[in-house]
């Protein structure tokens, strides 16, 4: 009796039951996205037919990616750093009053390079959505970014020079001193330097593992075609 009740009343229980010989119904929502830029770059080996070609699409992958996209935004904290310890301390360096002009103009150029750097991205990320396939004018580089990452070259060399001149001469202690220089300002660039040193190592680390990388997806593929 009661479960007749519940067809007639039309309970949720009755309703969810499937009438014999009628076809289930199926969740047409799209699947979830599993890929991964692993994926993705097993799609580029396998849509190139050249090592160059995959190569630069390699890099471009990697460049693209989310985590560098943070990277970029993390490294911004850098030269504002440089900037507010070289104004703290402007006029705090006697031995080479250079030492916080050159974390100044530094930090103030690399913000600007990595403005430029962040609006290109954005701008071709607009173009990217809205279907431009003008791969040219995309690839096309900025003459403004390359001048101001020749003038940061020319300033850090420079910088070289005024940090490591005074290095065996340089007083922390007495600010009487004709030698004195500020021991936060002075140990900040100097380490600042030093760590410009270690990104470029590791920057090239991580270039010969990419390459690595290509010559071995390189050699996957060349041994699959000859199997073939």
Not at 44 to 50: F, I, K, L, S
Request: with cysteine; glycine share 8%; proline share 5%.
């Amino acid at each position: 009796m009661s479960s007749s009740r519940d067809i007639e009343l039309g309970s949720p229980k009755s309703s969810n039951q499937v009438s014999p010989g009628s076809p289930p119904e199926y969740n047409n929502s799209p699947p979830p996205d599993y890929g991964s830029w692993f994926e993705e770059l097993k799609k580029t080996r396998e849509d190139t037919d050249d090592n160059v070609s995959f190569g630069k699409r390699f890099c471009s992958v990697i460049v693209g990616s989310i985590g560098c996209t943070i990277g970029l935004g993390f490294m911004i904290g850098i030269p504002v750093s440089q900037i507010v310890i070289g104004f703290l301390f402007l006029n705090q360096c006697t031995i080479q009053r250079m030492i916080p002009i050159f974390l100044v103009v530094w930090g103030s150029f690399g913000v600007f390079k990595t403005l430029i750097s962040t609006g290109e991205r954005v701008r071709n990320h607009l173009r990217k959505n809205q279907g431009e396939d003008d791969k040219e004018k995309n690839a096309k580089p900025n003459p403004l970014d390359g001048l101001v990452s020749i003038f940061l070259f020319a300033w850090f060399i420079a910088g070289n020079y005024w940090i490591f001149s005074v290095y065996t001469t340089v007083n922390m202690i007495d600010p009487t001193s004709a030698l004195y220089c500020h021991s936060t300002l002075y140990l900040f660039a100097f380490w600042m330097t030093i760590a410009m040193y270690i990104l470029v190592g590791a920057a090239i680390l991580i270039a010969c593992c990419c390459c690595f990388v290509c010559c071995c997806c390189c050699g996957k593929k060349d041994g699959a075609d000859l199997e073939k």
